[in-house]
Each structure stands twice: as C-alpha cells, then as structure tokens.
C-alpha cells in the first residue's frame, strides 16, 4: 500500500503538471487588456461596430469576427452578425473557425518555405526546377523561389477548369505542363499557380505533404489547435459555411451542371477554393481553416520577431527578409515573400497605416494586417460568399483597419515616419532591379517583333483556301478595317473566294466604310451589290429574316481594347442572334492594339450593362475579339456555336506597331495608336462637360473646357508624378461636338512611357483632379455613364486618393482575370 508521504508526491507532481499545463494553455492564448492600458481610444474603436453592422445590414455579409491587438495584448474580439443564414440562421460566435482561403498562402506556404530556407533545404535564389525537374521549357527554368513568394514568376493567376480533372497528382501534372505568360520577374500576376508550386516544393524537400509539415512546424508548436486543413468533422458545428456546391463550381470555367443532387449543398468544413477543393483540400494557396485566436498568435510570432511564448518558428532574420519590400513593378508596388504590402491588392490596409505595414487577404472574405511601428494587429474574419457568393467585403475590411489606426493615440508621428521611411528605401533599393527585367523583356519583344509577321484571322483565313466556309451562304459583319495584309477588303475576298457565297453584309457603328458618326441606314454595297444591313441604326442586331437564309455568320472589324467601343457590343448581340437562328459564327481575328496584356479598371455594374457595357468587364480588358467572343459565350451562356480563325504571329505583349500591320482609323476620331492608347481613359470623360478633343486634329490627346484653366490642371496633374504621362497646358477651340467654336483652356496629355503609362489610372487622376479643382463647373455625376461603375463614382465623390479608387477595383478585377484566364487564346 502506497504511503501517505509517497501519495503526496504524486498527488504533488499531478498538481504541478496540471499547473504547468494550464500556463502553457493561458499562453496559447494572446491575453487581453483595456484599450486605454495599451493607447488605444476605446470610444473611437467602438466604431468598429457601425461598420460592420451597417455592411451586415445591406447583406454584403452574413458575419464576422473582428480581433485587434496591440502590444501583446487583444482589446478588441467580437462576433457580428450570423454565422450561417442556411439552411437556418446560426449567430455568429468569436470561436467560429473560417476557411481562410489565400492566407494559407502566407500563413501555411510562406512560413514553410522560409522554416526551409533557415534549415537549408532551399534557397531563394534556386530555380524552381531544381525542385520539380519536370517543369522546364519555355522560360520556365528560370522561375525562382522568390518569384514564386512574390508572384511574378509569369504564370497565369489559375488552372482552367472547364477541363475536367480532379486530385493532387493531376493538378501537379497539370502544373509541369502550365506555360508561363509572361517573362519571369518582370510582370507581377496574383497567381494561385505559384502557390501550388511551392506547396509541392515543401513536399518535395521536406518529405512531408504542406498539411503536415506546417501542422508540425507551425501549428503545434505555436498552440493553433484550431489550425488545419480538412478539418474534422467533429468542428463542423462551429465552421462558418460559404457556398452552394454549385456555386463554387461555376469558378474558374467549372461545370456546375456537373454537381448533380449535391448542387444545393452548402460547404462547411470543405474548402471554398474549386482548385483546392478539386486538389483533396491541401494545396499552397488555399485549403488552411482557422480562428481568430489562433490567428492572432500567428500575428503576435511575426511581430515577436518569429517567437510566442518561448517557441521559436522563424528567426529574427528571416521574418525581416519575408517582411522587407520588394518591387513587383516599375512603379513601386511592393510585396514581401508571402505578404501583400503596397498593390492594387492592400485596401484592407486602410488609409492610416504606414508603409512598411503588411498582411494579406482571402476570396471568402478574410484578411490580416501587421503593423510594426504601433506593435498593432488586424483580424478580420468572414464568410462573405454564404450563401450566394454575392457578398463584397473589400471597402468594409479597410474601413475597419483605419479605424483601428485612427484609435491608437501614443505613436509619436515620427514613428510612423521612420517606418515609412526605412519602407521607401528598402523598395527603391529593389526597383532597378525590376527595371532592369522588364528593360530586357522589352529588348526580347521588341527583337520578336522587329520580324514578326502578324497574319490576322482573315490571312489566316485565305492562305487555308477559305475551308471552314466552303460550300456556306455566308453572312458578314465588317467594316473598312476588314482587310487582309495587302490591304484587300474581307468583302472582296471572300465574294470571289472558290466554294463560297456571300450574301450579306452587316455594318457596325460608323457604317461599312467607318465615316459616319450617326445612325447608319440600310444600303446596298456599290462594289458587289449585296444588301448592307445596318446594325447602329432602327436596330443593333441582325433580324431574324436576315439571317433566315444563311448558314453562316463572318465578324472581321478591329476592336482597340476599351470596354465602351461598340465594336465588341455587336459582336455579342450578333453572337447572340446567331445562337437563336443556329447558326454558327466565325470571328476573324485581330490583334489588340494597345497590347493584350494590360487589364485596368472598375467592371461594369450588372445593371449598367447597355450598347456601351456589354458585360461585366474592365474597362482595358487586354483582350483580342476572338478572345472576348469565348468569354461571352461562355459567361453570358449565349450558346452560339462559335468559331475563332486564330491569328499567326502574335504575342500578348504586342503593340500595334510591333505587328507590322498598316494602320486604319477604326473610327473617325481614332486616327492613330496613341489615341487608342490614351482612349481607355480618356474617353470615360467625354460624357461629362468636357471636350475630350473631338472637332481638333488630335481627338483624345487634349482635354478642355471654357471654365478651366490649362496651366492649373497641369501643375496639379503633373505634380501627382503620375507614370509614364505629363501634361502640357493649351488653348484650343474644338470645330465640332462638345463646345464647338468655343475657345477652351485644357491640356494636351503626353505619353512619356508607354509601358508604364496606364490610361484607366490617368482618367480617374483627371476625374479626381476636376472634382477637386472645378467642384461646381464640372459635372462629375456624368461620368458614371460608360464608367458604368456606381461605387467607383461614390468614391470619386467622396474625394478619395486615386490611389485608393484604384485598389477598390482589385477583388473584382481578380474574379475577372481568372474568368478571363479560360477564354486566351494567345501567350
């Protein structure tokens, strides 16, 4: 029988061990304290429940959880709203665990890579390829780890996934086949691409999948209990659920009819991401759930300089490496080595905090944000895609972190100075290096072009003997652009070519012969005899009886890469005709002119849609005709059996003059490819109370008006350093439309640097200077009407930084890109 002396002991030893256990437990946690004990206004951060109460209210979320944190210490954690609002209504509580959607990318991946490049397993510098041999060819040998982290390795922002595969070895095949679309470490592209790369870099180095080394190596150590990938079912009750099965097939190219009796199953406990979902649930850009408790230790390890309660994930060293900026463009937008830190991406930063600040966001609705200089933490935590994926939390999440910023009341304003400070010189000491890329980039296309010989959809078209249409009564949409190389008309070749009959012709905006600037009439072609049916004028699409006798639909007319050029209008209202009369269409194709690479702006709002906004696309959507015909085909589900006559020859990263293809004015005021240029964003303003230079010699390289005063807007304008542009002030009196032989003072917009000049960014510049400069002579709710984006004019409104008007756009503009992604043609 045990003695009482030795049954103390034990009894001693429980109790210490249950004590020890209970610290670590308490340490796990971040603990709390009053705003006032760490500096924080807690009547100003009060106003966090506003905000997010009136976002919930509109329905742009079902709920969040909202953490903040400042030295060490939480001062703020609470839920808001619901948890689930399907199949019932659940409230929304501070312990809900959140698929975290692209924080795993920084959370799980990055940490994981730098936990390897400490041990020595990687390198930054190391070529992707040493890792997974297979990947090689086609520039990719060059692809390096940090391109990777940083997202400007050049590969596309996702796989398409309106082919069907699914598994973690298919995707990985897939991703040895990728090609890359543009040049590594010259152009940054949020890609989910190269994140599933390194996922299978941690996999192939360490020997353990990504779930299970970062459970090992991050997770477990730290205390994130709650921290995982697939997680259990036991979790399921407290897991905020995002989407139906079928919405969340219907990313990316998806085959939501694919989803059959589970179509209306509401994911909880899987993750959102359809590539994730499609890859098992572990992949390196999304796949990871988690709390804000424990994602609130994660944050406090990074500002401990890589530590929390006594366990060492990172060194010093390499959370200052992952943290220090590094260019992604020539204009300075900086990320680090996982983390986002000043793009188009950063909104959840607010306005308040400094350069040097950092963080991250996810699709779901999800964000972080680390601020060294106050020692200061944001965790914003929701599932804003339950239950339709209709949600938007993108102006609600910085609205949140500048209230926090706002509440801090003892960083002494030299402090964030610093910060900023030491943030713009560790970027500026990276930009050449950018620079120097993108120089020889230019050098490489610039060598491509100087012997291309770009053949169009219609050369393509005449050299194979006219195949496709042979034996058809063909129908064709056309105007003056529709030649071939030697400047023959799409009209003339295909009335004598072998096999074909044409029997009809259909004009566009500006007629067939692209003079008028008016309703165009039906008429009778001089040349051939056939009947012209007008589509700007009675009607924009082609009637059933004039398409009763075809077998065939030809569009050959050159677009120049603006949402608001009509040409592309008619193409979908004539693909969408055609699609009823079952008829298919065949779309000659034709470069971009401003290049098929740049993609700027706000979409357009599903109730602007109109003859000027046919769908729901950036204004620079960087897209060729053909190109734009598979995406409408595909988005809008016209089911038009389409047909693109691809081009030979061109490549994405192509400006018109690279093509050495003759110049036509596509329409009277286009008269040259700087106008096409300058005409994303200049053109927005020409609904408004502004000449933007039609009736001069050179339309949309001047803007004026009887009111305004040249050298002021240019002092401004020029001021702002906005890239590759400067403006000159004039005096010029227009000769036809908008104040027709009044005398204007305005300025003449000049394009220093067309690689870095963005026409979208330089008209909200000039929005955003009339706004401020001529409050009550310009009109400036005129200029919602081919923007065709209501927020974007709020904001404008408002008096917000372009810069932040900008980066409103980004959540969208990712959407799109990856729709867009399916629909390329070209590399």
Known sequence: MMSFRRQCDARGIALLLLLLFAQRAVADKLPTASPAAVGISAERLAEIDRAVEQEIAQRRLPGAVVLVARRGRVVWRKAYGSRAVVPQREPMTVDTIFDLASLTKVVATATSIMILVERGQVRLSDPLSRYIPEIKGGGRERITIEQLLTHTAGYAPDFDLGKRWTGYDEAIRRLIEEPLR?????????????????????????????????????????????????????????????????????????????????????????????????????????????????????????????????????????????????????????????????????????????????????????????????????????????PDGKGDVTPLRGRVASIVAASITDLPVERAREESARFAAELSATLPRMASAQARARIGDAEEAHNAEVLTGIDVLERDGFKPLVGKRVGLVTNHTGRNRRGVPTIDLLARAPGVKLVALFSPEHGIRGALDEKVPDSRDEKTGLPIYSLYGDTRRPKPEQLRDLDALVFDIQDIGARFYTYISTLGYVMEEAAKARIPVYVLDRPNPINGLDVEGPLADADKLSFTAYHTIPVRHGMTVGELARLFNEERKIGCELHVIEMRGWRRAMWFDQTNLTWINPSPNMRSLTEATLYPGIGLLETTNLSVGRGTDTPFELIGAPWLDGQRLAAYLNEREIPGVRFVPVRFTPRASVFKGEECGGVNIVITDRQRFRPVRTGIEIAAALHKLYPQEWRVDDYVRLLANEETLARLKRGEAPEAIESSWQEELEKFLRARERALIYR
């Not at 899987?270 to 990871?288: F, I, K, N």
């Open 182 to 386: 543009y040049q590594p470490g010259t152009r940054f592209v949020y890609s989910d691409i190269g994140y599933i790369a390194l996922g299978e870099v941690v996999r192939r180095a360490s020997g353990l999948p990504l779930d299970e080394f970062a459970r090992r190596n991050i997770f477990e150590p730290l205390g994130m209990r709650e921290t995982m990938f697939r997680p259990p079912a036991s979790l399921l009750a407290r897991i905020a659920p995002t989407e139906t099965r079928r919405g969340q097939m219907s990313y990316l190219g998806g085959h939501p009819e694919d989803a059959g009796a589970e179509a209306e199953r509401v994911l909880r406990g899987e993750v959102h991401d359809p590539t994730a979902h499609r890859m098992g649930g572990v992949a390196g850009h999304a796949g990871l759930f988690s709390t804000a408790d424990d994602l609130a230790i994660y944050c406090q390890m990074i500002l401990n300089g890589g530590e929390y309660a006594g366990r060492r994930i990172l060194s010093p060293l390499s959370v200052a490496a992952m943290t220090r900026p590094r260019a992604v463009n020539a204009e300075g937008a900086a990320r680090g080595l996982g983390w986002d830190m000043a793009t188009a991406y950063s909104s959840n930063r607010g306005d308040l905090f400094p350069l040097g600040s950092f963080g991250h966001t996810g699709f779901t609705g999800t964000s972080i944000w680390i601020d060294p200089a106050s020692e200061t933490f944001v965790i914003f935590l929701s599932n804003r895609v339950h």
